[in-house]
Each structure stands twice: as C-alpha cells, then as structure tokens.
C-alpha cells in the first residue's frame, strides 16, 4: 500500500482514491441504509457544497456531537473537504463540558442529533454562550421547529439542499487545494491540569499513521468492520471509517453496544473485523447468545485500552474464533497510534506487550534525568516521528511542557523495552486511570466535583473493577453546615459530566493525605490510608 500523489495524503484525497479503485462495491452499510465508494465520495462532495453555502472556510472548525452513523462520516470528510478541521465531541458530554469544547474551539458549525439515548442534545447547550457557532445541523431530524431554538437549527436535509446553489466545480477545486500539512482534527483530551485540551493533527499525520496501523494487523479489502468504538475517538474515526477507507473494507457502524444485537449483526453481515476494548470481547463471551449465532466469519480482532489477560486472548481465539487478535498503544498526541503486536505474536506477547513501533517512529524509556535506560529498565515512554501531534490548540505552555525541543513527545506512562524492541506499559505517571477504555483524569472530575456547593475538598483515584478494568473513587471532605450524602453527590454528578467520568464509590472523610508542601498523596489513597 502506497502513497503516490499528493492529493492522497488529505483524507477527502482517501476518499477519492478509494472511490476510483472501488467504485461500486459497498462503502458503508448502515442499518437499510448502504452506500458505495463512489457514493461516498459523492456524499461527501455534496455536503462540502453545504458547508460552503454555509459560510464555512479553510481554517474554520466543524464540531460533530452525535453517535456513529454514515452521515457522521459524510460531514466529516465534506467539512474537511471544504477546508475545516472537525473536532470529535464525547457523545457522553454534559452541556457544561461540550459548550467549553465548543467555545475553546470557535467551532462555527455544530452537527448532531436531536435525541440519542434519553438525551437532548441541543437543549444541553441553551445556557451556553456560544459566540462564534453560527448553525446547529440535526441529523435526525426532518423538520425543525421555527421556535423553540436557542440557535439558528437546520434539518441534515435541508442542510444539504442549501448547497444546491454552490457550483459543482466548487468542493473539487477546494479538494484539489487541500494539503497533507492542513489541519485534520482538534481532538479535545483531559490531562492533569484539570482541562481538556485539543490535541491537533494533520491530514498526511492521519493518513500516514493508519496506513502503517491497516498494515499492522492486517486489514485489507473486502473486510467487514463492525466499528463499535466511536467514532468522536481515535479507535473509531482513525483506525476505524478512515483505516477502512485506506484499505477498501466495508464500514458498518453500531451506535450503541448491546452484546445479543452484535452477535446478530455479526452473523446477518458476516462481519470479519472486530476491534474493541478488552470489556467488549468479556461482555459478548458472558452473553447467553453466544452460541445461538454463527460468527465464523470473524477474522481479526484489535484490543487494548486497558491491561489484557491472556486467558481473555486465549477465549477470542478458541471460543470467539478470531484467526488474529492484536494489540496496540498510543495517546490522543500520537494520532491514537505508537506501537502494533503483528499478527503470529504468541499469546503472551499479544496479551503483556504494546507492540513494536510503527515504521518511522521512535520509542524509548528515559529515566527522571531524561537518559535512555537500559533495555527491560522501566522508564517513560518517549515518542518521536511523524505521528507526534501538532501541538495543543493554543496552549504553546501546554505544548513545549508535552514535546521537547528535539520533538520527543513524553507521553507520562512508564513502560519498558525488551530486546526486541516490544514495548511493555507497568505504570503511569500522569494522574489518569482508564474506565471500560476511556481515559479518565482525576484533576478534571475534581475540578468538576468542587463546584458542588457542598463540596469543600475532593481527591479521585482509580481502583481495580472486574469488568472496566478500573473505576473512579471520591474522598470528599464537606462544606461545614452541609448534609452531603453520597447519592445525591453521585446523581449532582451524573448530571454534570460524562457517564464514565462518574466516580463508582465516594467516601466521605475529615481530612485527605498531604505532604509539607500541601498536595494531596494519592498514594496513601490507593493504599487504603485516608486521613479520617
């Protein structure tokens, strides 16, 4: 697989080389909905008219707040066609976190979805001040009431109808502009300070990291790809729609995971390709529908996220069937990407290494002086390569704090390399723990946390949990003259901030752990040793 033309380095550029080599078989297969290659690229040419009648320029940002659909994807490559950079929303986010992406990110135009799951998601937004988001786009919605909207709202097809008026030539002549070095993405990540911070990537950063990732494990054309993980990360946009997309599989998004409808759609659409958390394979193994459909058909499997057992590499392959199971590492900063296992790593290697680093990046350990340990000595995880973010939407401090002067990204987990060259993760330095896949930082949910009324002090830990691999617990010290207790705290919680983010447990204590310098020891947390 290689990379000729320019054009090829943008991911509309993808889109375009895959509907010449493909054509007519099926891109995309959602529901009763299907498109071709050739359609896609069309679909995707008629929402970049629609972006542009929309005022939409090169440089501009496209926020996206929906589940995983055809038409996430169409928005997507149109508004990149048109010269934008997409920013991924949580569909999870409360409105409070959204509106700060949104603001942080002058996103000018927002897709996403009326209701999904109880939620809706516009009415999340009303209290929001939003100064440079010009039309909210609905994707399920037919019609949109004149009243009843804090912002200007349009219907996904009424949106498309107003590039009706734009000249064909127009989205081909803007794809034609496009180049590699063009801003791709702002994905937004949390991190110790408390923030989420957007993480921004290129065009041919993309493109390049997730043609070494296909490669990697394997994927090729004619594969089915049930793409469960979604698509507002990495896992599903990257090295999901977009890997297939480079490789000519077939996209077959799933909004919302329920093991017995996965199973059923593994057997209906004969799906080949399953990546995923380690919970994910747990779940559909425990489900009591296992056996009642046929999943021969499955072929490759991509984990990681979280540690993974070998038992649980060993039951993918004999019971679920898999032919390969591969595992990676990589961070938002790394395009998502750093290390691969190959496929024929044994079962151990799979299950306690990362991989091998991707061609053209660089990895290795570094003790607290920065000098490169020896191999199988722990140290952190530096990287360096062309897949090594932009840098952090503007937040330069943020940015020299992340990578050095000599382009070393220090990612804050702890990690060490064997001889040849297999990198294993044994820690993190960085305050995050990973729930069910998603990167939880305590210093977000604590600052989250203290602006309940009740709350004087908070500190968040991660702790072990059987089936997410780890969870969040709070010690809060109260308000003097507050009654806090510790469900109206978790419901205050489940209604300002993302359903993952929620500690599973609080305890209420006295006083926390600190050292002379007043901060918090955690460690004494993780030990079972809260100051009461």
């Not at 034609?176 to 065009?203: C, E, N, Y």
Request: aromatic share 6%; glycine share 10%; hydrophobic share 45%.
């Amino acid at each position: 697989m290689t990379l000729q033309d320019a054009d090829e380095l943008t991911i509309p550029g993808i889109l375009a080389r895959a509907a010449r080599r493909h054509g007519e078989a099926t891109a995309v297969e959602d529901g009763s909905f299907t498109l071709s290659f050739a359609g896609l690229e069309a679909a995707s040419l008629e929402a970049a008219a629609a972006f542009v009648a929309a005022g939409v320029r090169p440089g501009d940002r496209v926020a996206i707040w929906a589940p995983n659909q055809a038409a996430w994807i169409i928005a997507a490559i149109g508004a990149q066609t048109a010269g934008a950079a997409i920013i991924p929303l949580n569909t999870r986010l409360k409105g409070r976190e959204a509106g700060d992406i949104l603001r942080r990110g002058r996103a000018r135009v927002l897709l996403t979805v009326d209701e999904f799951l109880g939620t809706r998601y516009p009415e999340l937004l009303d209290a929001e001040d939003l100064p440079d988001l010009a039309l909210t786009v609905l994707f399920d919605a037919a019609t949109v009431p004149e009243t009843g909207r804090a912002r200007q709202t349009q219907a996904w097809r009424d949106f498309l109808e107003r590039g009706r008026g734009i000249p064909h030539d127009e989205p081909l002549r803007l794809r034609a502009t496009l180049r590699g070095q063009d801003l791709a993405d702002i994905m937004f990540t949390s991190g110790t300070t408390g923030r989420p911070k957007g993480v921004m990537s290129a065009h041919e950063q993309n493109v390049r990291a997730f043609t070494a990732w296909s490669e990697s494990v394997g994927l090729r054309r004619g594969d089915r790809y049930l793409i469960v993980n979604p698509f507002f990360h990495a896992f599903g946009y990257k090295a999901g729609w977009l890997a297939c997309l480079i490789t000519g599989a077939r996209i077959s998004p799933l909004a919302v995971f329920d093991a017995g409808a996965a199973l059923a759609r593994i057997e209906r659409e004969r799906i080949t390709v399953l990546p995923g958390p380690p919970t994910l394979f747990q779940t559909l193994l425990a489900h009591e529908a296992l056996g009642r459909h046929d999943i021969s058909s499955l072929r490759l499997a991509v984990t990681g996220a979280a540690t993974v057992p070998p038992s649980l590499i060993e039951k993918m392959l004999s019971v679920l069937g898999f032919e390969t199971v591969v595992t990676g590492y990589g961070l938002t900063e790394s395009m998502g990407i750093v290390t691969m296992c190959r496929p024929g790593d044994s079962v151990e290697r799979i299950a306690l290494t990362c991989g091998v680093p991707i061609p053209g990046v660089e990895v290795r350990c570094v003790d607290e002086q920065g000098r490169t340990v020896a191999r199988g000595e722990p140290g952190e995880v530096l990287v360096r390569g062309y897949n090594v973010m932009r840098g952090y939407l503007d937040d330069p401090v943020a940015t020299a704090e992340t990578v050095d002067p000599d382009g070393w990204l220090h990612t804050g987990d702890v990690g060490v390399l064997d001889a040849e060259g297999y990198l294993r993760i044994t820690d993190r330095r960085k305050d995050m723990y990973i729930a069910g896949g998603f990167n939880c930082y305590p210093a977000e949910i604590e600052k989250i946390m203290a602006a309940h009324p009740g709350v004087a002090q908070v500190a968040v830990i991660g702790i072990p949990d059987p089936r997410l691999g780890e969870v969040g617990q709070a010690f809060v010290i109260r308000r003097t003259g507050t009654a806090l207790d510790e469900a109206g705290l978790l419901a205050w919680c489940r209604d300002n901030m993302a359903n993952y983010k929620v500690p599973r447990r609080i305890e209420f204590v006295d006083a926390l752990p600190t050292n002379a310098a007043g901060k918090v020891q955690k460690f004494a947390l993780r030990g079972g040793q809260p100051a009461a």
